[in-house]
C-alpha cells in the first residue's frame, strides 16, 4: 500500500523549466518519446523527476549520457543529485511506451484507433521523465512525427508537413495539461473574434462520418467564448482552439490548454439521437473546459489538495452560463438535486471529505462532489455574502494578481479579503471541514413580532471529531397566510452555532420561507405543517423555495407510507394547483411533479436515525404515483396532449420544458393506461427524449420486448444511443429483475467492458436502480462487485470511481449490511488491487458495522 501524501508537506519545487521541448515518433507499440527540460535552479535540493512504466533508453544532462543505474528499480521517481548539476543545464531522455497496452486511459494510449492523451492528474508520468506537479509549469514545444493524416498538440501551430507537426504553446502551463492527438479525424471548423479583436480558429474534431453531429458542440463553444468575455473580462489568448471527441475516456472531458478532449458523448448529439439532458450537458461542459482556460490554466493549482480551487470555481462559472443561457430557475433547482443526490450522499458516509482534503493516497479518487459541487456552493456562498459588484472585484484581482501562476486556497480567499476589507478566517471552515451542517430552525410567535432561533450543528467526520460553527448566509422572506409577500427576499449571516433574528410590525402571522435561493448547503429541519408547505407551494415568489416546499410535502408523505402509515393527501390536493398553472411554466411544474427519487427518500429516513427499507421504499412512491394518477387523471391527460411538440426540435429552455412536462405526466398516466401512451409516443416520437422516455415507461410496464428490438435495429452501430439501451433496461426494469436482466446484457458481444460509457452504462444502470442494487439477498452487491473486480485491472480509475455506489450501504438493516462486507471485502482481497480501489474500498469498509 502505497503512503499517504499530506498537504502540509508540500515544499516548491528547486528548479523552474525555462522550456519544455517534446518530440513523437509515434507507434502503437513502440512510441518513442525525446525530451529536452531547460532547468534552471532556484533553490537547495536534488532533481527529481517523475516517471511510471517507461522504458528508458538514455539519458543526458547537457549532452552528456548519464548512467542508467541511476534509475529506480521500482517506483516512480528519479533523483539527480543537486551537486552533480550546474545551475542552468538541459535533461534529455529518450523512452519507450507501448500505447496499446494502455487500458488505464491515462498517459498516452489508442482509441479507436486514435493516439491520445490524458494527463490529469498524474498521467504525463506514463509519457516521460518529468516534475509532473501542477507548480512546475513552462511554455512547451512539442513535435509529432507519425503517418496520421491530423497531428495536434496545445498552443499555437508552427509548421505542419506530411508525417510531421510542430506546436508550440507560449503559455506557460504544467503537465497535466498536456495533450497530444494523432488520427483520422475531421473537422467542423468556425472562426471567433476576441473582444480586442484578435481572430481565433475554432475546430471540433471528431470521426469521419460524424461531422454532422458536432454542430451544436461549436455553437456552444462560441457562447462559452463570448459568456466569459461579457460575465468575467476574459478573453481567449492563442490562434486556434481545437476539441477532440474521444470514445475511450475516464470522465467527462478535459482543459488541455488549446486542445480539449472530450468523451464523444459530451459532443455528439442529433435530436435523433441525443436527448434535452445531453444538449444542456454538451452546453455546460463545453463551458465548463473552456472556461478552465483561466481558471485552471492560466491560473492553477499549486499540488492536487487545491483541486477546488480550479474545479469548484470552473463549476460555479458553467453553472452560472447555463443559468443565463437558459433558465435560471430551473438550473438552480437541479443544481440543488445534483449536489443532494451527490455531494450530501457522500458527506454524509465514510468518504466524506473537506473541498480542500488534506491527505490522499490517490488523488483520482478525489475528483469528487464534494470538491466539484460543494467547492462550487462555496463560492456562491461568498457572492451571497459580498454581493456581485464586489464579486466582480474580486474576481478582477484574482486574475490580476495571479495570472501565470499556480495558487492555494488561501491566495483566493485572501483576495476576496483584500477586495472586500473582509474578515474571511471563520468563512475558512466551509473549505477545510467536511460535513453537511444541520440548520434548525424554530419560531416564536407573539404580539405581531416573529422571532426565529436558529441552531446549527455538523456530525463529527472521518478524522474530524471538531466541528465549529460555520458562517451560513440565510437568505429568507415571509409569506403572509393570504399568500402575501410581508418581508422581501432578506440575507442573514449566522456567525454562531445558536443564533436569533427578529421581525417585528406583522400583521399575522406569516410562514418563512426559508434558504431561499437554496443560499447554503445545508439540510435544514424544521416543523411545518403540511397547509404551510402547501402556502409556500401556491404562493412562495422564490422558485427554488416553492420547488422545494413542494418537494418537502411529497417526502413526508412518501417517508409516511414507508412506514405503513397514511400519507401524501395534502401533496396529492397540492398537485391539482400545480397542473392548473403547468402551463405557464412547463419546466417547473415537471420539476414540481417528479416525486423525490428512493434514493432520496432512503437519505432523508435515515438521517433521521431510521433504518431504511428499500423494498418498502419502492411500493411508497409507486403507490403514491398511482395515487396521484388516479386523482388528477384528466387533467393530466390534458397536459399530456397540450404538451405535444409544436414545429421543428429545438434543444432550448422552452423546447425541453415542454418535454419535460409531457413526460412527467406520461409517467403517471402510463400506471393507467399499461403504457399505451407510451407504446404510441415511442412509435411516432422524432426526437431520442421522448422516444427514451416512452421506451422507460415500456420497460418499468414490462411490455418492452418489442420495442427494445426496433430500438436496437435502429442504432445498434451507434454506441452512444447503445449506452442508454443498456442503461435504461437494468434501471426501469422491477428491482427483482433488474439483476437478472443486467446479467444477460453482460453476455451480449456488444458488451464492450473496456470502454467506460459502456461499462458505466450498464453497471451503473443496476447501482441507480435503489431498490435492486440494495435487494436483501446481496445479488445486486455481488453483481457489481464482480465487475468491479473484472474491471479494476485493466482501468483502475473508473474501477474506484464505481465503488462509491457502496458509500450508503451501512445505513441498511444487518442483513444487507453483511452482505455488502462480504462484496467489499472480496474486492479488498483481490490479488494485485488497483492503488485507487484499495484506498476506496478500505475507506468504505472502515466504517462498516
Ligand atoms: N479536469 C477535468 C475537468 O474538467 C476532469 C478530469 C480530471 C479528467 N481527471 C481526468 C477528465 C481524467 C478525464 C480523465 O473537470
Ligand atoms: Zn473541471
Partial sequence: MTDTQYLSDWRPYPYEITETRLEFRLDPRATRVRSQIDFHRISEGNLVLDGAGLKTLALAIDGTPLDLSLLPESGETLVIPADSL???????????????????????????????????????????????????????????????????????????????????????????????????????????????????????????????????????????????????????????????????????????????????????????????????????????????????????????????????????????????????????????????????????????????????????????????????????????????ADYRKALDLYFDRHDGQACTIEDWIKVFE??????????????????????????????????????????PTPGQAEKPARVIPIVLGLIGPNGDEVLPTTVLEMTEAEQSFRFEGLGARPVVSLLRGFSAPVTVAREMTADEQALLLAHDTDPYARWQAGHDLALDGLIARAKGQEGGAEFIRAIGGVLDDAEADPAFAALCLALPGEEEIATTIAASGVVPDPDAIHSARRSLMQDIAQAHEPALAALYDAMTPIGPYVPDAEGSGRRSLRLAALAYLSRLDNAERAEA??????????????????????????????????????????????????????????????????????????NPNRFRALIAGVTSNHAAFHAADGSGYDFVADWLMKLDPVNAQTTARMCSAFETVWRYDATRRAKAKAALERIAALPGLSRNTSEMVTRILAAST
Fill in 681 to 754: 409516443l415511442f412509435d411516432s416520437a422524432g426526437n431520442m427524449t421522448e422516444r427514451e422516455g416512452a421506451l422507460g415507461q415500456l420497460i418499468a410496464a414490462g411490455r418492452d420486448a418489442d420495442a427494445l428490438a426496433r430500438f436496437e435495429a435502429e442504432f445498434r452501430d451507434n454506441r452512444l444511443v447503445m449506452d442508454k439501451w443498456f442503461t435504461v433496461q437494468p434501471l426501469r426494469s422491477e428491482s427483482h429483475l433488474a439483476v437478472a436482466r443486467a446479467k444477460d446484457l453482460a453476455k451480449r458481444p456488444d458488451f464492450d467492458w473496456k
Fill in 418 to 459: 483584500d477586495a472586500t476589507g473582509r474578515d474571511l478566517t471563520q468563512f475558512k471552515h466551509w473549505y477545510t471541514d467536511a460535513g453537511t451542517p444541520r440548520l434548525a430552525l424554530t419560531e416564536e410567535w407573539s404580539g405581531g413580532s416573529l422571532t426565529l432561533n436558529f441552531r446549527q450543528a455538523t456530525k
Fill in 86 to 388: 550546474p545551475e542552468s543545464f538541459t535533461f534529455e531522455a529518450e523512452v519507450e511506451i507501448d500505447p496499446e497496452a494502455n487500458t488505464s486511459l491515462e498517459g498516452l494510449y489508442l482509441s479507436g484507433g486514435m493516439f491520445c492523451t490524458q494527463c490529469e492528474a498524474e498521467g504525463f508520468r506514463h509519457i516521460t521523465w518529468y516534475p509532473d506537479r501542477p507548480d512546475v509549469m513552462a511554455p512547451f514545444t512539442v513535435t509529432v512525427h507519425s503517418e496520421m493524416p491530423v497531428l495536434l498538440s496545445n498552443g499555437n501551430p508552427v509548421s505542419e508537413a506530411p508525417g510531421k507537426a510542430v506546436w508550440h504553446d507560449p503559455w506557460k502551463k504544467p503537465a497535466y495539461l498536456f495533450a497530444l492527438v494523432a488520427g483520422d479525424l475531421r473537422a467542423i471548423s468556425d472562426k471567433f473574434t476576441t473582444m480586442s479583436g484578435r481572430p481565433v480558429d475554432l475546430n471540433v474534431w471528431v470521426r469521419p462520418g460524424d461531422e454532422p453531429r458536432a454542430g451544436y458542440a461549436m455553437e456552444s463553444l462560441i457562447r462559452s467564448m463570448k459568456w466569459d468575455e461579457e460575465a468575467y473580462g476574459r478573453e481567449y489568448d492563442l490562434d486556434v482552439f481545437n476539441i477532440v471527441a474521444v470514445d475511450d475516456f475516464n470522465m467527462g472531458a478535459m482543459e488541455n490548454k488549446g486542445l480539449n478532449i472530450f468523451n464523444s458523448k459530451l459532443v455528439l448529439a442529433t435530436a435523433e439521437t441525443a436527448t434535452d439532458g445531453d444538449y444542456e450537458r454538451i452546453e455546460g461542459v463545453i463551458g465548463h473546459e473552456y472556461f478552465h482556460n483561466w481558471t485552471g490554466n492560466r491560473i492553477t493549482c499549486r499540488d492536487w489538495f487545491q483541486l477546488c480551487l480550479k474545479e469548484g470555481l470552473t463549476v460555479f462559472r458553467d453553472q452560472q452560463f447555463t443559468s443565463d443561457m437558459r433558465s435560471a430557475a430551473v438550473k438552480r433547482i437541479h443544481d440543488v438535486q445534483t449536489l443532494r443526490a451527490r455531494q450530501f450522499r457522500e458527506d454524509a458516509g465514510p468518504l466524506s471529505h473537506p473541498p480542500r482534503p488534506d491527505h490522499y493516497q490517490e488523488i483520482n479518487n478525489f475528483y469528487t462532489a464534494t470538491v466539484y459541487e460543494k467547492g462550487a456552493e462555496v463560492i456562491g456562498m461568498l457572492k451571497r455574502l459580498i454581493g456581485d
